[in-house]
């Protein structure tokens, strides 16, 4: 588990995060020729299913202080494993961080913060003046990139594309799943990727489990993926 009491920030801050016990592991994403470009941090609760914690975090309204926690023990796993390509980090549509855990958060990990994508999640219902304040954050400091996790499940649609204009979106694994014989899903891939590539939004296949789901990810025009044919997390 990360030890939070090691970091150097106020003590407020420090026991807010120290409510936790949980690790995370990492996800590779690919590039089309093959080159890891980022790593998605992927929360472990300690003993517990990571919906099942977030729920229970979500009825004892301590979703702020998780998000809280998300962010710095992502960031203090990806350091400590001496990481250098772009560090993807859910995070809850309605929460975000206060100016002075936005500022600490910026001191402690100031030479990851042009590395980071925040990907907001499909669970949890957005709030505007939540993603208002989350934007500019991602202005103030440059380099940030937002990214649209799960597409096509929970609260992550189309009309969140136009809301949130992220740089990339992730197409869950529902419409990735056996693509290679579903026309159905080659039609809606393939208009899904026309019309983000047509906004300048990037496109990730998420849950690519076999080599002919990627083979046909690939020459649909996905730019990139991830999964467990490519790897699993670690």
């Not at 980022?38 to 609760?45: S, T, W």
């Not at 402690?108 to 709030?127: A, H, N, Q, R, S």
């Not at 380099?143 to 992220?166: C, K, M, Q, R, W």
Request: proline content about 3%; hydrophobic content about 35%.
């Amino acid at each position: 588990m990360l030890a939070f009491d090691t970091l150097n920030v106020d003590d407020k801050i420090k026991s807010e995060l120290m409510q936790f016990e949980i690790d995370f592991a990492f996800q590779p994403i690919f590039s089309r020729e093959g080159d890891i470009v980022a790593y998605e941090a992927l929360m472990r609760p300690e003993g517990r299913n990571v919906l099942d914690y977030i729920e229970e975090m979500r009825r004892k309204n301590k979703l702020h202080a998780l998000e809280l926690a998300s962010f710095f023990g992502a960031t203090m796993a990806y350091r400590l494993r001496e990481y250098d390509k772009k560090l993807c980090i859910n995070s809850f549509p309605s929460e975000c961080f206060t100016v002075e855990e936005a500022k600490a958060y910026s001191e402690c990990f100031k030479p990851i913060k042009d590395k980071l994508v925040i990907e907001i999640l499909e669970y949890t219902e957005g709030e505007q003046w939540m993603w208002k304040t989350k934007e500019a954050h991602t202005k103030v400091y440059e380099g940030i990139e937002v990214s649209l996790d799960d597409f096509g499940t929970g609260h992550n649609d189309v009309d969140a594309v136009d809301y949130y204009n992220p740089h990339t979106v992730k197409l869950d694994r529902s419409l990735i799943a056996e693509v290679d014989k579903d026309r159905i899903k080659q039609g809606d891939v393939k208009y899904l990727i026309e019309q983000f590539h047509n906004k300048g939004i990037k496109i990730l296949a998420e849950g690519v489990e076999t080599e002919e789901e990627y083979m046909y990810m690939m020459e649909a025009g996905a730019d990139y993926f991830q999964g467990y044919y490519l790897a699993r997390p670690k």
